[in-house]
């Protein structure tokens, strides 16, 4: 029993993951408070949900969910908030108002009900480990969460795009000296973070449903893991996943009341012991110009 609630908690944590790495990002980055990766993630659900209607499969409809959420952060970033850099308080209203408007524009497209997104084939098949079936969903979710880590760490460190944007966090002014152009990279963080959060989506709807609130409903747990790992770091969001996910699973079998105080518990602990989390840097002079 205890090792199937492990491995809950595992998936747990892998969805936690994809959930948090782009608001992360974003933040740490672009250091833009994206409220509006809630309505990116809705985006993603139902767009997942309704290719699946169609008959697509689930890969073609997972990573078709994270591209149109990603195009809707584009054009949300080039329209909105590529004015509004040096300003943090209209970024924050803004993305706000964005969450807002994308639920609001589902719940009144789709309607207000829960929609159950149906898993078919493997999928929906279970293993038996120690004794007990596991959900081959769940493993799927684990495996999603290390490739997409796999690959944001590639991304990051094995490419010249990733020295880039490093160069671009360290001094923008600097960066556009050199000849790199700050503006398109902040774009592609952006939708990037669309992206991630919109296959979060895809991943969510098998397991949790399919319903306009969902977006708000996980906006505190993304929150909570993206204190807990440290800002911009996407090993800290990993880390930070892991300890939330098998916190919450561990926690919820034994007391299942108490699952959602623990997590903000550790992010309390962290904040006072290790304010910048438990892989992020230091604050320090962040250089805001030519932004």
């Known amino acids: 029993m205890i090792v199937n609630v492990v491995l809950a908690g595992i998936s747990l944590a892998a969805f936690y993951f994809v959930l948090s790495a782009g608001l992360s990002l974003v933040f740490g980055i672009m250091g833009v408070l994206n409220f509006a990766s809630a309505g990116y993630f809705l985006i993603g659900l139902y767009a997942s949900w309704f290719l ?16 149109i959420a990603g195009v809707v952060a584009l054009v949300v970033e ?3 908030l590529r ?6 308080g209209g970024q924050l209203l803004t993305t706000l108002g964005v969450m807002l408007i994308l639920s609001e524009a589902v719940n009144w497209v ?10 078919h084939g493997v999928l929906a098949q279970t293993l038996p480990i120690a004794g007990l079936p596991f959900p081959v969903y769940r493993l799927v979710l684990i495996g999603a969460g290390l490739v997409i880590y796999g690959l944001l760490m590639l991304l990051m460190r094995g490419t010249s795009l990733g020295l880039k944007v490093r160069a671009g966090v360290e001094s923008q002014t600097l960066a556009e ?3 790199i152009r700050v503006m398109p990279l902040r774009s592609l963080i ?20 399919v319903y306009p609130g969902a977006g708000t409903d996980t906006l505190l747990l993304t929150f909570i893991v993206v204190v807990i790992g440290g800002l911009g770091s996407v ?21 299942p009341n108490l699952a959602l105080t623990v997590n903000v518990l550790a992010m309390i602990i962290v904040l006072v012991l290790r304010p910048q989390g438990l892989l992020g840097q230091a604050p320090g002079r962040r250089d805001t110009h030519a932004a």
Not at 52 to 67: E, I, N, R, Y
Not at 83 to 88: E, H
Not at 110 to 119: C, D, H, T, V
């Open 52 to 67: 699946l209607g169609q008959h697509s499969g689930f890969l073609l409809a997972t990573l078709g969910a994270g591209v």
């Open 78 to 80: 080039y329209g909105l």
């Open 83 to 88: 004015p509004l850099y040096r300003n943090p």
């Open 110 to 119: 789709f309607g207000p009900q829960i929609q159950q997104e149906p898993m």
């Open 177 to 179: 000296l050199s000849g």
């Open 190 to 209: 952006y939708a990037l973070g669309g992206v991630l959060a919109g296959l979060a989506g895809a991943l969510y709807g098998p397991f949790g449903g």
């Open 235 to 255: 090993a800290g969001t990993l880390v930070a996943s892991l300890v939330i996910g098998l916190a919450e699973a561990l926690v919820g079998f034994f007391a």
